[in-house]
């Protein structure tokens, strides 16, 4: 299985709703990450996990809180969303090593109400 | 600063002519760059890396690190090639990536 999966594909949420997003990948990738990217813009670093450890967090809302709950899944749960995290979440993983190339989900289509 | 820089938003090519989309960096260090790609309603996915200098769907790219450039070439442009690309600088010994803004590349008919 050489694909990063994601779930679901798409999601509409209320601004006091619980959800999450879930990423999995099965290439025995030890990094992990959520991108959050706006149309037409480049993917911005939200999260990396390295050995399922947060290790990067760019100053990311606590309204939006990462999990690794193993080497292969990764999750991104939300909760008081604003209508400007609206956006499509992207996960990717990648071998810790140099030139590894990330390897990207089709992302989740998100749309906060 | 580390910086990616993509000079053009939109590219507008005729099939079958040249085609040059233009990435500067700007880094202290030995760079890694990487060229992107997302097509339409497809996933982004990694077209080129500088250390390998392989030639992927007939695209090369060649670090000039005395222009600090790494620009993406394809002598002769096919309208499959309409995509987003973006390039990319791996920042230092982590794994996080520096993103241009990304060139919407049209080849028209």
């Known amino acids: 299985d050489t694909e990063v999966t994601q779930t679901p594909k798409h999601l509409v949420m209320g601004m006091t709703n619980k959800k999450s997003l879930k990423c999995e990948q099965h290439?025995?990738?030890?990094?992990m990450y959520w991108y959050k990217q706006k149309a037409k813009k480049p993917p911005e670093l939200m999260f990396v996990?390295?050995?399922?450890?947060?290790?990067i967090n760019e100053s990311v809302p606590s309204r939006f809180s990462p999990e690794c709950p193993n080497s292969s899944l990764l999750n991104l749960h939300l909760h008081a969303l604003q209508p400007e995290d609206s956006a499509l979440y992207l996960c990717?993983?990648?071998?810790?090593?140099?030139?590894?190339?990330?390897?990207f989900g089709p992302g989740t289509r998100l749309t906060v109400l | 600063a580390q910086r990616v820089t993509q000079p053009e938003k939109l590219l507008s090519v005729f099939k079958g002519a040249p085609v040059e989309l233009k990435c500067n960096y700007s880094?202290?260090?030995?760079?890694?760059l990487f060229w992107y790609v997302q097509y339409s309603r497809q996933r982004l996915q990694l077209l080129l890396r500088?250390?390998?200098?392989?030639s992927i769907k007939g695209f090369t790219a060649d670090l000039n690190k005395g222009e600090t450039s790494f620009h993406l070439k394809k002598p002769f442009a096919q309208e499959e090639d309409s995509a987003m690309y973006y390039c990319?600088?791996?920042?230092?010994?982590?794994?996080?990536?520096?993103w241009g803004a990304g060139t919407k590349l049209i080849i028209k008919p």
């Open positions: 990717a993983s990648s071998q810790m090593a140099v030139g590894n190339e990330q390897f």
């Open positions: 290439m025995g990738h030890r990094a």
């Open positions: 996990y390295s050995y399922e450890k947060l290790s």
């Open positions: 880094y202290s260090g030995s760079p890694e």
């Open positions: 500088h250390i390998s200098r392989e």
């Open positions: 990319a600088l791996k920042r230092g010994s982590n794994y996080q990536l520096i």
